[in-house]
C-alpha cells in the first residue's frame, strides 16, 4: 500500500505548502506590494474561494480519465500557476494566478484521497487516508516554516519558487509510482451535488466548514498574533499536526470517527481560546502550538472515513464537496479574520476564532449521532460498520478500465 500512497502525500505536501504558506509571509508581501497585512491576507482568501468553486465542475470534466493522468494534469496546473504567482509584478495579478494554483490544488487532493480510499481495504482505510493527507500536515511542518524563513530571509518570491520545484517532484513521484486506474463516477455536474440531499452528507460539510473556518481565522492571521519568532511556532504547529493527523488515522480505525471528530474539535477550540498565554514565552507559545496542531489534525481523517461511510458508492464525489466545504471554511475565515483584525486587532481574531469552534462543537454534536448500539453489535469497533458501508464503494484496478455514467 505504502509505496503508491507515498507519491499522493508528496503532491499534497507541495499543494499544502503553496496554500498555508502565505500565512507565514503576510509582512514581505505586504511590503513588496503595498498592501496592508489582512490585504495580504486575502491571497489564502481567495485561493480557497478558487479551490471550492472550482472543485465540482473539474472533477466532473475530468470523470472519464484515469486517476493518473488527473493527479499529473493537477499538479501541472498548479505548477504553472505558482511560476506565474512568482512572477507577476502587481497585487491584482498575484491575485489572478492563485486562482490557477487553486484550480490544480483542486483536482489533486480529492482525486488523491479517492486513489488512497480505493486501493487500500476498509479495515486500513483511515490509515491510508491519514497517510495521503499526511502531506498537507508535513507540509506545515516543513514547507510553511522553511517558506516564512525564506520569504524574510529573501522574499516571498522566492518562497513560491520552492513551492514550483516541490509541485515538479511530485509530479515526477506520481508519473513514476501511482497505477494507471479508473475510478467509476459521472461526468454530469449536477450529479456532483446529488450527495447534498442527504442530511448525513450535508451534516458532514457543515462541520467541515465551521471547524476549518474557526481554525484558519487564527492561523491565517498567526503572523499578527504572535510577538514571538513566528517560524518556530509554525515548525511546532506543523508537527504537532503530523502527530495528530497519523494518530487520527488509526484512532479513527479502532473508535470510530464520532469520538475523533468531537474530541477534536472540542480541544482545538480550548487552544485557540489560549492563544493570548501562549503569546507570553516561546517554551509556552511551541508547546501550545504542538498541541493545537495535534488536536486540530485528529480530525481530518476522521472527517474523510465519515464522508465515505455516508456515500459509500459516490466516494470520489462525496471527498471532493468535502474538499470544497474545507475551503468554504478557508474563506469564510480569511474574511471574517481579516474584518476582525482590522476592527478589534489580535483580539477581535481570538474570539472570532473561538467562537466560531464552539459552533462547530455544538453542530456537530446536535447532528452527529451515535450508531444505534444494534448496528455495531456484530462489529470489532465502533468503526467497522462505517468500514462495511464504505466497502461497497467502487472497485478499482490497474489498468485502463473503462468507467460509465
Do not use: K
Not at 464503494?393 to 489498468?399: F, N
Amino acid at each position: 500500500m505504502s509505496s503508491r500512497l507515498y507519491p499522493l502525500a508528496l503532491g499534497n505536501f507541495a499543494v499544502g505548502t503553496g496554500m498555508f504558506v502565505t500565512a507565514g509571509l503576510l509582512s514581505p508581501i505586504s511590503r513588496d506590494l503595498n498592501i496592508s497585512p489582512s490585504a495580504a491576507g486575502q491571497l489564502m482568501t481567495v485561493f480557497a474561494l478558487a479551490y471550492a468553486l472550482l472543485s465540482p465542475p473539474l472533477a466532473a470534466l475530468t470523470a472519464r480519465l484515469s486517476r493518473r493522468r488527473v493527479l499529473l494534469i493537477a499538479l501541472g496546473v498548479f505548477v504553472l500557476g505558482n511560476t506565474l504567482t512568482a512572477l507577476a509584478p502587481t497585487y491584482p495579478l498575484v491575485m489572478a494566478t492563485r486562482v490557477v494554483a487553486a484550480a490544480g490544488a483542486a483536482m489533486f487532493t480529492p482525486t488523491a484521497s479517492g486513489v488512497a480510499t480505493a486501493l487500500t481495504s476498509p479495515e486500513r482505510r483511515g490509515r491510508a487516508l491519514a497517510l495521503v493527507m499526511g502531506g498537507l500536515t508535513v507540509s506545515s511542518a516543513i514547507g510553511v516554516p522553511l517558506g516564512t524563513w525564506l520569504g524574510s530571509a529573501s522574499s516571498w518570491r522566492a518562497t513560491i519558487w520552492l513551492v514550483v520545484g516541490l509541485g515538479v517532484v511530485g509530479f515526477a513521484g506520481v508519473a513514476a509510482v501511482v497505477p494507471d486506474v479508473m475510478i467509476e463516477t459521472t461526468r454530469r455536474l449536477a450529479d456532483r451535488f446529488a450527495p447534498l440531499a442527504d442530511r448525513r452528507v450535508v451534516a458532514v460539510l457543515t462541520t467541515q466548514l465551521l471547524m476549518f473556518a474557526a481554525a484558519f481565522t487564527a492561523y491565517t492571521y498567526i503572523g499578527s498574533l504572535f510577538d514571538l519568532p513566528l517560524p518556530a511556532v509554525l515548525w511546532a504547529w506543523g508537527i504537532g499536526g503530523i502527530v495528530g493527523n497519523q494518530l487520527g488515522g488509526r484512532f479513527t480505525d479502532a473508535y470510530g470517527p464520532r469520538r475523533m471528530v468531537l474530541i477534536g474539535i472540542a480541544a482545538s477550540t480550548v487552544f485557540m481560546a489560549l492563544i493570548p498565554v501562549a503569546n507570553l514565552a516561546l517554551p509556552v507559545a511551541l508547546v501550545w502550538a504542538f498541541c493545537w496542531g495535534a488536536l486540530g489534525w485528529l480530525v481530518g481523517p476522521a472527517q474523510q472515513y465519515r464522508t465515505v461511510a455516508a456515500v459509500p458508492h459516490n466516494v470520489p464525489i462525496g471527498l471532493g464537496l468535502l474538499s470544497s466545504a474545507q475551503y468554504v471554511g478557508l474563506f469564510v475565515a480569511g474574511i471574517a479574520g481579516g474584518l476582525a483584525l482590522d476592527g478589534y486587532g489580535r483580539t477581535g481574531v481570538v474570539v472570532l476564532a473561538t467562537g466560531l469552534g464552539l459552533v462547530a462543537l455544538l453542530f456537530t454534536l446536535v447532528t452527529y449521532r451515535p450508531e444505534p448500539a444494534g448496528s455495531a453489535s456484530s462489529s470489532n469497533s465502533p468503526s467497522e460498520s462505517a468500514s462495511q458501508r464504505a466497502d461497497d464503494g467502487p472497485r478499482v484496478s490497474p489498468g485502463r478500465e473503462s468507467s460509465r455514467s
